[in-house]
């Protein structure tokens, strides 16, 4: 399999494309053989990454490649990948509340405490769910997968353009959809907008990431991609967890209200003890809720102040300038074949040549 990026870039998209295929299907192997162990705690987010830099792949190359992988095979690998959200995403957001509890003040906020296990619950079952469903339906995937990847390995077809070639034109339409994404969101600070934005990035970066040689320079834009794929993405991940809390308190107030129902028409003398939960408050919620609103503000801060202003462009004409690079068409000079020594005379000398 070709590692380097020199040579990677030299060979026909189709061949090329199989070998990075091949290559997250690796990584998406492993990381579903680690599913099962409980104390892996990065094992869903590898798995999920692998997934998805693989559908980018087959995605981005398509006008290239075709459908060397069938349509059906994708988009059974999309759901898996879409089964792994709703964990991970409660992962997340019990992540950052933890981490940001201490700014809720120093004794619980009511229906916190209900908050957190109602996110817990919802982790503890899709976990559950994933490590009994994902991997055996990943491994009959990958195995046709692998099989049409395979097959693209041995296309000999002629005019097949350059992976480099094919990078480079596809850079142009990317860095145009993040610029109109991100002036979106600039403008009118539209959730879908950022989220958007996001993806564009993460196609954007996945693309080059194959490609990265050696150099500083190749090294850098890749870096500033990742910094503010990673802005964006706490940016959407807030987007979601104010979502959850919106939800969380209409499901907060039904609860308190069946509570209140069972208190009053129990009779008087009956004790029936249930076990301990926690209480499903809503001035926790709400404190939680304007947490997140103003980390929001200073994040759009950041993007606004940090990147759109000066970063992005200049970040954005460095992707250009190496879309232009990948795109100039690559000589690759052959050896000629030793042709068979001519039989000369003895008696005669060669002729010069």
């Given at each position: 399999?070709?590692?380097?990026?020199g040579?990677?870039?030299?060979?026909?998209?189709?061949?090329?494309?199989?070998?990075?295929?091949m290559?997250?299907?690796?990584?998406?192997?492993?990381?579903?053989?680690?599913?099962?162990?409980?104390?892996?705690?990065?094992a869903?987010?590898?798995?999920?990454?692998a997934?998805?830099?693989?559908?980018?792949?087959?995605?981005?190359?398509?006008?290239?490649?075709?459908?060397?992988?069938?349509?059906?095979?994708?988009?059974?690998?999309?759901?898996?990948?879409?089964?792994?959200?709703?964990?991970?995403?409660?992962?997340?957001?019990?992540?950052?509340?933890q981490?940001?509890?201490?700014?809720?003040?120093?004794?619980?906020?009511?229906?916190?405490?209900?908050?957190?296990?109602?996110?817990?619950?919802?982790?503890?079952?899709?976990?559950?769910?994933?490590?009994?469903?994902?991997?055996?339906?990943?491994?009959?995937?990958?195995?046709?997968?692998?099989?049409?990847?395979?097959?693209?390995?041995?296309?000999?077809?002629?005019?097949?353009?350059?992976?480099?070639?094919?990078?480079?034109?596809?850079?142009?339409?990317?860095?145009?959809?993040?610029?109109l994404?991100?002036?979106?969101?600039?403008a009118?600070?539209?959730?879908?907008?950022?989220?958007?934005?996001?993806?564009?990035?993460?196609?954007?970066?996945?693309?080059l990431?194959?490609?990265?040689?050696?150099?500083?320079?190749?090294?850098?834009?890749?870096?500033?991609?990742?910094?503010?794929?990673d802005?964006?993405?706490?940016?959407?991940?807030?987007?979601?967890?104010?979502?959850?809390?919106?939800?969380?308190?209409?499901?907060?107030?039904?609860?308190?209200?069946?509570?209140?129902?069972?208190?009053?028409?129990r009779?008087?003398?009956?004790?029936?003890?249930?076990?301990?939960?926690?209480a499903?408050?809503?001035?926790?919620?709400?404190?939680?809720?304007?947490?997140?609103?103003?980390?929001?503000?200073?994040?759009?801060?950041?993007?606004?102040?940090?990147?759109?202003?000066?970063?992005?462009?200049?970040?954005l004409?460095?992707?250009?300038?190496?879309?232009?690079?990948l795109?100039?068409?690559?000589?690759?000079?052959?050896?000629?074949?030793?042709?068979?020594?001519?039989?000369?005379?003895?008696?005669?000398?060669?002729?010069?040549?």
């Open positions: 399999m070709a590692r380097r990026p040579e990677l870039r030299l060979r026909p998209a189709p061949e090329a494309v199989a070998l990075v295929g290559r997250l299907l690796d990584a998406a192997r492993a990381a579903a053989g680690r599913l099962s162990d409980p104390d892996d705690a990065e869903l987010h590898d798995f999920r990454v997934l998805r830099r693989l559908r980018t792949l087959l995605r981005s190359f398509r006008d290239e490649v075709g459908d060397i992988v069938p349509k059906k095979l994708q988009r059974r690998l999309r759901d898996v990948a879409r089964s792994t959200g709703p964990g991970r995403d409660a992962e997340v957001q019990l992540a950052w509340i981490a940001h509890k201490p700014e809720l003040g120093g004794s619980p906020r009511p229906g916190v405490p209900w908050f957190i296990a109602r996110l817990e619950g919802r982790r503890d079952r899709a976990y559950t769910s994933i490590r009994e469903d994902g991997p055996p339906e990943f491994r009959q995937l990958e195995r046709r997968i692998r099989r049409a990847l395979n097959r693209a390995l041995t296309d000999t077809t002629p005019g097949r353009p350059a992976l480099a070639a094919a990078t480079g034109r596809l850079l142009r339409a990317h860095v145009t959809e993040l610029e994404e991100l002036e979106t969101a600039r009118t600070r539209d959730e879908a907008a950022i989220h958007r934005a996001r993806i564009a990035l993460k196609r954007l970066r996945y693309l990431e194959p490609l990265q040689g050696d150099g500083l320079t190749e090294a850098s834009i890749i870096d500033r991609l990742k910094q503010l794929q802005l964006l993405g706490e940016l959407h991940d807030l987007h979601a967890l104010a979502g959850e809390l919106g939800d969380a308190s209409a499901d907060a107030a039904a609860e308190r209200a069946r509570r209140q129902h069972d208190a009053a028409v009779a008087p003398r009956v004790t029936v003890r249930r076990p301990a939960r926690p499903p408050g809503s001035a926790g919620l709400m404190a939680l809720a304007r947490l997140a609103a103003q980390w929001e503000e200073r994040l759009f801060a950041r993007l606004a102040n940090e990147w759109l202003q000066d970063a992005l462009p200049a970040l004409q460095d992707v250009t300038r190496w879309g232009e690079t795109a100039v068409p690559i000589l690759v000079h052959r050896p000629r074949s030793k042709a068979a020594p001519t039989r000369r005379s003895a008696t005669r000398p060669a002729r010069a040549e």
